[in-house]
């Protein structure tokens, strides 16, 4: 899968090799507390990243909330499952997959973080919703995990938690999830977004509306606003640019993901 090539990319390049280590190390200077990402959270009303048990079992309830509501079974079950692989899977990786030290870095620079737990956790719950969301507003529910998977993904940087390739490469893998439960769902509304009645031969609207470009923009740039404040710090300018253009690829990957993904026509399949 392109997911799981580019997550293995982006893992020995940004780990195994000098240059990679010496550019993501030259990212780590000063002091946690100078992140002003905590502030930014509060302020906008996002989970805070200290909450991670609560953000997890409080976005699963509302999943399967919304799949029983719309008597969605199979996409609720998928749904749940990708939040959790995309965790656990996290997690689990993060204990096996070795850092070495290539360029003689301080201890506190050896320490191995890839990939964010913090950052497959937002990932996970927003291509989760994306699933049990009808085609008419997923792009809305995406457009929201995007902003909240930006600051995440930014903030988690900006307090020198983790560095951008660990950011990318919670995100990969959470497509990655996304992506096989897709495939493993029967090709119904939720993925191909259109009826499968009488009136199928009938072109549909598209899920984002009449625009859909219109709304891909603006739920990029807001994505954009959000990586910018999550990836703020007090004491340095040019660095916070480099978490925020990580973090907005976070969101540009779970956007294309779950909406751009799903608005591409089913392939029609051969009779046997």
């Known amino acids: 899968m392109v997911f799981l090539a580019a997550f293995a990319a982006v893992y020995l390049l940004a780990v195994w090799t000098p240059a990679g280590q010496?550019?993501?190390?030259?990212?780590v200077v000063g002091y946690a507390d100078q992140a002003r990402v905590l502030a930014v959270n509060e302020s906008v009303g996002l989970p805070p990243l200290t909450a991670e048990y609560a953000t997890i079992v409080a976005g699963i309830a509302l999943i399967a909330l919304v799949a029983l509501v719309?008597?969605?079974w199979r996409e609720g079950c998928a749904a749940v499952g990708v939040v959790v692989v995309s965790l656990v899977g996290a997690e689990a990786l993060r204990s096996v997959l070795p850092r070495p030290d290539l360029v003689h870095a301080p201890s506190q620079l050896t320490e191995v973080s890839f990939p964010s737990g913090h950052v497959a956790i937002a990932a996970g719950l927003a291509l989760g919703a994306?699933?049990?969301a009808s085609p008419r507003t997923r792009p809305y529910v995406v457009a929201a995990g995007a902003l909240w998977l930006a600051v995440t993904a930014g903030g988690v940087q900006a307090l020198?938690?983790?560095?951008?390739?660990?950011a990318l490469g919670?995100?990969?893998l959470a497509c990655a999830c996304h992506a096989l439960a897709t495939r493993m769902l029967p090709p119904t509304e939720?993925?191909?977004?259109q009826s499968t009645g009488p009136l199928a031969a009938r072109p549909s609207r598209s899920a984002?509306?009449?625009r859909p470009g219109a709304l891909s923009a603006v739920a990029l740039a807001v994505a954009a606003i959000g990586a910018v404040l999550g990836s703020a710090r007090e004491d340095a300018l040019a660095r916070p640019l480099v978490f925020a253009a990580a973090a907005f690829a976070c969101a540009?990957?779970?956007w294309w993901t779950a909406v751009k993904r799903a608005e591409r026509p089913e392939e029609p399949r051969l009779r046997e």
């Open 252 to 254: 540009v990957l779970i």
């Open 170 to 172: 919670a995100t990969l």
């Open 208 to 210: 984002a509306g009449t």
């Open 160 to 166: 020198y938690w983790h560095r951008p390739s660990d």
């Open 22 to 27: 010496r550019a993501e190390n030259s990212l």
């Open 190 to 193: 939720q993925s191909t977004g």
């Open 130 to 132: 994306a699933l049990v």
């Open 70 to 72: 719309r008597r969605r």
